[in-house]
């Protein structure tokens, strides 16, 4: 299965922010969206970083005045990404290795897509065990008869 699948049952709409912008703000737009990070672009819409909630613990455990930085300040700078032709299973490798959460989907231009989360690939994996095992139940039933 391929990342392109998982993008096809996700929102089209990619949430990003300014690396100028504040962590307060990005602390709100993760918890009014319920997401656990953000891509950080650029004003030409390029990926410059990811923030995730992790960052901003590991920021607060450092320095409680936290609010006063802007995301760039705080944010994960080098960011790996996908490619919607990649294997899930590759992706959950690089992810579990690389112990992080997001992985931002570019195209072969470089331009955003989409992101994916280790819960989205999680569910996936799932979903095609759970396929795999009806379709054996289903034969191994056919053959009983």
Known sequence: MKVSRILATKPTKIITVGA????????NMLAEHRIGALLVVNETGNL???LSERDIVRRAAEDEDVFSHTIGDVMTRN???GLPQD???SVAHTMTEGR????????DN???VGMISIGDVMKAQRDAYRGEIDTLEMQIMAGED
């Open 48 to 50: 410059i970083g990811i």
């Open 100 to 107: 992080f959460r997001h992985l931002p989907i570019v195209d």
């Open 79 to 81: 960011v790996r990404v």
């Open 110 to 112: 470089y331009d955003l």
């Open 20 to 27: 100028k912008q504040e962590i307060r703000s990005a602390v």
């Open 87 to 89: 294997d899930i299973m």
